[in-house]
């Protein structure tokens, strides 16, 4: 009986082994076909057709980096999974290059599945739309699906605004939240223990509070108020329609319904705000008769993928044409982490890689700092910082350049530089600085989980012991330690008294345009400008200088994606269907929540944070 059944055991053994042979020669066998086909399409180059249309889809969220390695981005263009993401500075070279390009006669916008941005970030785009249509040519916005606040930004710089009968205008506005979790710590017995400076400083409320401060509020009220004001201006100008019945259409919907009889589409219409209503079939048709062939109803068209690639714009693009002169140009988007991580966050340990790159190329004369952060650990906030302070010791200038975040660690990384520029939309400041330690020794008594020992000092240093009187005086003491530095480093870097900085820092949140009336930045403008700002300090001749981005360690994978693209069309062409795009918004958020206590890293457990994005 025991030979038999370890023969049994034998036999199933060679029958998987002989199952996962002719498994893996399949595999081999479709890896090298792919290829083949693959190889025979990546070496197709794209041609641009003539009076085209060139289609903007924009889908995904505007970034200043991409959140995902190169690896990543080939996978899940492959696989559909992952939220695509549109590269702020690509964008707005192809609206450029289109402007120019005589074969492209008209621009789309197709936002079905666009993701928005922030206002700084809507705004340069809005600038390269207008600049685009000097050129005589048509922008064209549509969208299926409706439109909402980012969206609709977008397309009122379009020359007609096309949208689906079944669809809605709805603009939800700008809000500004946060997750709060006192009753919850309460519930499962875990002491939140919470160290700042600044009665301002909201980025720990959530943590002792189940609701705003008075303080942290009317903060945001003030900003938020201003970024509302200034989009409702803008959509109306680009529209070309009077703001306060734009606002009253925003403000009252059910009044405009009533008058369509509960028709969506036709309120929008009706208000002004849409000029056709059409499905796909007459919005297609629209297409041919504009640019296309009614005999076989197909559309001379390219996707903005395709034109990259036609035009052979990489992500490096501002790094064409280098010379012996050149400005560093550093991305710095995302969250201050400590350690090492990936694309979109600014790790400590990765960052100043960055910068001594810069410092020890010969031929960069100037660095230029773009910011997109609302800031994060204390500790490489100040790594970070004295890097760049070692750049500027070289006797090369640094400017900063603000896009639509840069507060708190955001602004502490930009203080060094001796201009700052920020758009009038930025949101900045949010001086202060907050900490945060949990301890669980309650919530582990619960089921009886104690923790015992000796110590040679006294001193709790395990989150399963409640911290002592001692300990909270300990770390509030560092806490307001570290302001002392933030405000001191402020002061120093913008030629103020620290009386002064303390008067405007507090962990208050600023606007771009207020922060320049109280001395925060230097100047209102985009990249561009600071970018100029920075040749004019290095005292380099106009057109004689490049401009360098100082880019991660490259993977190797970038020229895969458009690979990868041709691929996945080709399994579409033969019936392979993808996951479609949907909106998880429970799990979304359960990802944010863990993304966030996961770049919770300080060593310290401070941090100079401030979460004041909008929804």
Known sequence: MKVKAIFKKLGSVLDSTLVFVRRAFVFIILVALAAGIIGGLSGQKIEIPEEAILVLDLNGPLVEEFSQTEFEQVINEFTDSGTPEILLSDLIKIIEAAKNDERIKYLLLDLEYFGGGGPSKLQAVARALKDFKTSGKKIIAYSGLGYWTSSYYLAAHADEIHMHDYSALLIEGYRSSRTYYKSFFDKFYIDSNVFKVGEYKAFVEPYFRDDMSEEAKNNVIEWISVLWSTYLAEVSEARDIDSAKFKNYIDFPVEYLKLSNGDLAKAALEAGLVDKLSNKREFHDYLVSLSGETEDDSINSITMNEYKEAIDLNSNSYSDGLKESNIALIIASGSIIDGSSGPATIAGDDFIKLIRKAYRDESVKALVLRVDSGGGSAYASEVIADELEKFKQSGRPIVASMSSVAASGGYYISAPADKIFANHTTITGSIGVGGFIPTFERA?????????????????????????????????????????????????????????????????????????????????????????????LAELEEDNYGVKVILREDQGFGFAFPIATKFKSLLEFFGFTFASKSYQPVLNWLQQQTQLLSELNDPRGMYYYCFCSIE
């Open 444 to 536: 582990l008594d619960q089921i009886g989980i104690h923790e015992d020992g000796y110590s040679t000092v006294d001193l709790t240093t395990s989150l399963f012991k409640t911290l002592t009187e001692k300990d909270k005086e300990i770390m509030q003491m560092g806490v307001d330690d570290i302001y002392i530095k933030f405000i001191t480093k402020v002061a120093e870097g913008r030629s103020m008294s620290v009386e002064e900085v303390d008067a405007i820092a507090r962990g208050k949140v600023w606007i771009g345009e207020k922060a320049l009336e109280i001395g925060l930045v230097d100047e209102l403008g985009d990249i561009e400008d600071a970018i100029l700002a920075a040749a004019e």
